[in-house]
Structures are given as C-alpha cells and as structure tokens.
Nanobody
C-alpha cells in the first residue's frame, strides 16, 4: 500500500529554517505529482507547494521566495526547504501524492515558529 512518511518538523524561532522530507513507498513515485499542504488550528488545509512529475513547481503566494520544493525520483522523496520562517507558518504540514483523481496523504509533521 502507499505510504508517505514526513519528517523534519519541530520548533524554530522566527527567521529560522527547517527542512521537511517525505519518503514515499508503494507507488511509482515518478508518475505522481507531489505536494506539501498545511493546516493551522481552526483553519482549512491549504496548498503550500507542488512539484509535478515533470518538475514544474508552484507555491502559495505567502511562501514564494522563502520556501523551495524539490523531488528526488531516485530516492522517492520530496522535500520542502523553509527559510525565513514566520509565526504564521505554524501548522501541521502534510505530504501529498496525486495522480489523476487519486490522492495519498502522510500523517503530518508539526512545524511551530515561535520565540
């Protein structure tokens, strides 16, 4: 079965950096569009960044220039490098794998930006 396992979350001060990683198994990784979503308390889940199977990227406006999404098809992983973190980036971050109408999700990793 498909498994997506996130890692790299934690507590960081404003202005700091974190790198999230998602390891995928049970799927042909190179065929999937991969993405990162986040959900803050009391808010809806929102799309943060995507990288298509062709390597095209897309970002939420509020993270452009600060976050970078990348994938490694040889290792079946997708990463989210987050720089210049702000308190409003605090959320649970979820890895997503999408192909046509099928979506798979990881369990999420908590990112807290606070002094």
């Amino acid at each position: 079965q498909v498994q997506l396992v996130e890692s790299g979350g934690g507590l960081v001060q404003p202005g700091g950096s974190l790198r999230l990683s998602c390891a995928a198994s049970g799927l042909v990784f190179s065929l999937y569009n991969m993405g990162w979503y986040r959900q803050a308390p009391g808010k809806q889940r929102e799309l943060v960044a995507t990288v298509t199977r062709d390597g095209n990227t897309n970002y939420l406006d509020s993270v452009k220039g600060r976050f970078t999404v990348s994938r490694d098809n040889a290792k079946d992983t997708v990463a989210l490098q987050m720089n210049s973190l702000k308190p409003e980036d605090t959320a649970v971050y979820y890895c997503n794998a999408n192909i046509v109408t099928w979506d798979h999700w990881g369990q999420g990793t908590q990112v807290t930006v606070s002094s």
